[in-house]
């Protein structure tokens, strides 16, 4: 499907060019925490957050709020970065390279990765809530806040990762992995849809459908993560597979088997898809994306 | 002045009790994170930052904003409070203890440490973002969140954080100790004021002067803390004092001598007296609450 390909090179590009126009300029006694911050935000990734938040958007037209997504996309992905360079330091994973690169606390010592982090996460903040000057939708500008702030935070990602952190070197049973890959990996995916959905200004019972869609993609995703760990062809993923046996880390698939994590992928993908079409709108594109993401195979 | 004594005590008491009702429940999978968010805002603390934001929207009357307020409370406090919770960690100032306790990390471990004040710095704005539910002032809330965002940032608390590490054990010129200052303590102390006026719905001019007042106020609260470590009792900080000149730290003190400390202290005050009164409103007990906040002893 070359169109695809085509046309979500254009979407990635066109998020990439957003996202930049909100990174702080590097001056002033405190420029290294710019550089921190920026040196994380430029270091790769798949940008799925905002692109998801961008085509939910254009789903429902956009409701006269593509300025204020626009805020909102360059904050959930200062949100994701934030919990990457966090869990890298070394009282977290230890991790001196994230995607080829040296990781934050690595590059700028552990005090700066600290001080980066907390910088985003209220980054984040500090840019979506000036989608407020000059906007004509005050009240979804701060329905999008509140939900930012409720899926980043303890009933959300960081919800996630603290019983992930707790659970280190321990087996975890079956609600305890669904707890985590919930609200670790979902949340923020849902975030992601749900604000493009509000911000466009979508019906409650919509916003509700974007919502099941959003959290089936993010377990089905997580799920493939673990596939692929398994199946998985170590020079598409550029990383080795089998880490999770090495590590004797407890996964879907280490729990229920690959068969049943295969079915599952594909009970999550079709119940998403469905309820997309159930809105009855021009979603060939974002339909495409979803399954990219849940079948990819890096 | 017996009666701004028993005064303050019960505003402090309301204050606590406004805060209290903010704190998460410590439920669900991820309770551990809770414990460790509720025993940093349980551990004490001078309440100034709420304080001041109550009794600044008090100067305005509240302008029919006081719930709004009460949440803006709340988490002024979870921002300054996690701000100690990542100082303390061992990459960073490597306290054990805080007000003769165990500092967050080393009574929840170093992981959960990080995890506690980023889920503070977001419960935070989630608090704040509440405010919107039922609001008749979404400006006026959408404006308190881009402010506790600006002034906690790089811009604000966390840009006075990097210089201030980064120059740890190094003697600091007078401009970069000055930045320090007005960031690191000023821009919450004036984040708090200002967000009194603006959900009261005070008028810019007086906004600005809000502004001024408090950063005089947060310049002469830091310098009077240099003149403490130098000429304080011992017994009524709770603390030895000298620890400055022990660690070859610059203060205001260091560079300028405590004759000129003790001058711009005074200066710094009578000039926010001056701009208080310069409002017309009654503000007896303020500018009391102010004058203790510059001139204590402990």
């Known amino acids: 499907m070359p169109e695809f390909k085509e046309m979500l ?17 590097e001056a002033g006694f405190q ?13 790769g990734g798949k940008r799925i957050r ?11 037209g956009f409701g006269g709020a593509r300025k204020e997504l626009e805020h909102f996309m ?32 690595a590059a700028f010592g552990e005090d700066m990765g600290v001080l980066a982090g907390d910088a985003l996460i209220v980054e984040a903040f500090s840019v979506a809530s000036d989608a407020f000057s000059g906007t004509e939708h005050p009240y979804r500008v701060g329905q999008a806040v509140r939900i930012l702030a409720e899926k980043t935070g303890i009933y ?62 993010g377990l089905a995703f997580q799920i493939q993560d673990d596939i692929l760990d398994v199946m998985g062809d170590p020079e598409l993923l550029g990383k080795p597979v089998g880490s999770d046996e090495r590590n004797a880390k407890t996964t879907f698939v280490t729990l229920k088997g690959l068969d049943e994590a295969r079915e599952e992928v ?26 990219m993401l849940i079948t990819r195979e890096k």
């Open 74 to 105: 360059a904050a959930i992905e200062m949100i994701h970065t934030s919990s990457l360079i966090h869990d890298d330091l070394p009282c977290m994973d230890n991790d001196e390279y994230r995607r080829g690169k040296k990781s934050t606390w």
């Open 266 to 291: 594909k009970r999550l993908s079709e119940e998403a898809i469905s309820q997309l079409h159930s809105l009855n709108r021009e979603d060939t594109f974002l339909e495409q994306l979803i399954r």
């Open 50 to 60: 905002p692109l998801l938040m961008l085509e939910t958007g254009r789903l429902f």
């Open 156 to 217: 959300g990602m960081i919800g996630g990762q603290v019983v992930d952190v707790e659970l280190t070197n321990q087996p975890v049973p079956a609600d305890k992995l669904d707890f985590i890959y919930r609200l670790k990996t979902g949340a923020l995916l849902e975030a992601s849809m749900l604000i493009g959905a509000v911000l466009a200004g979508a019906e409650e019972e919509d916003c509700g459908k974007i919502s099941r869609i959003a959290l089936n993609v």
């Open 31 to 43: 420029r290294t925490i710019m550089k921190a911050m920026n040196y994380s935000m430029n270091a």
């Open 9 to 25: 090179a254009d979407r990635v590009k066109e998020t990439e060019e957003i996202i930049k126009r909100y990174l702080p300029e």
